[in-house]
């Protein structure tokens, strides 16, 4: 059973382009978490998902940041108009109904 | 609303020293308590956890024990090795699964 995939690793957009980063849950996992760590920080919760529906995304910017995880394929952090405050590692976790959550190994977007 | 206080680092140790990263947190209820690992340019590792309290989590000779009355989970190890150089983020959860309140994070270098 493969670990919880996010691709790619490493991200390079110019200001004002779109970043798009995927994360494959684990088998049989239909909860996934999306988090961001900034330089010398901690990570902070941005957005929880289920199949199809968004739980909970206290911690979404307003504007620009979306996320889905629809019925078939991976879900997808979407960041539009990218500024240089983005920069940062981007997780993904997943998990099965009331059981602890798998990290993934980020994605690193750098914004030029 | 949740929140985690971890040691400030960074914090530098000669081999074999013993350790202790301290990490107190505020939850409405019965949060489940994390430590993750995450080694430079990788995701993170669950390290160890706690469910409830007095339950003491341990793995690769480190330990942590939920203590409700002192709301604390602090990280011990009692000879550390340069291959847990890392950083060690402290971590609760409302649930086994739901959305992680992160500490943001303790730099340990251990020198030879």
């Known amino acids: 059973n493969a670990g919880v995939m996010q691709n790619p690793r490493h991200l390079v957009r110019r200001r004002g382009q779109e970043a798009r980063l995927r994360c494959s849950p684990m088998k049989g996992h239909s909860h996934v978490y999306w988090y961001r760590q900034l330089p010398e920080e901690g990570l902070k919760f941005m957005v929880y998902?289920?199949?199809?529906?968004?739980?909970?995304e206290s911690g979404m910017p307003k504007e620009r940041f979306s996320a889905e995880f629809p019925k078939e394929g991976p879900s997808i952090l979407r960041i539009q108009q990218v500024v240089r405050g983005d920069s940062a590692a981007y997780f993904c976790?997943?998990?099965?109904?009331?059981?602890?959550?798998?990290f993934g190994q980020g994605t690193r977007l750098t914004v030029v | 609303g949740d929140s985690v206080t971890q040691m400030e680092g960074p914090v530098t140790l000669s081999e074999e020293a013993f350790l202790t990263i301290n990490c107190t947190y505020t939850?409405?209820?019965?949060?489940?308590l994390f430590w993750y690992v995450q080694y430079p340019g990788e995701g993170l590792q669950l390290l160890l956890k706690?469910?409830?309290?007095?339950d003491k989590g341990s793995n690769k000779g480190f330990e942590a024990t939920y203590r409700k009355e002192t709301t604390s989970f602090h990280l011990e190890k009692g000879s550390v090795q340069v291959s847990d150089s890392a950083v060690y983020f402290c971590?609760?959860?409302?649930?086994?699964?739901?959305?992680?309140?992160f500490g943001d994070g303790t730099t340990l270098t251990v020198k030879p």
């Open positions: 971590a609760l959860s409302d649930s086994i699964a739901g959305k992680s309140t």
């Open positions: 706690a469910t409830k309290a007095d």
């Open positions: 998902l289920q199949k199809e529906n968004i739980i909970d």
């Open positions: 976790a997943s998990s099965p109904p009331q059981s602890r959550a798998f």
């Open positions: 939850a409405t209820g019965y949060p489940s």
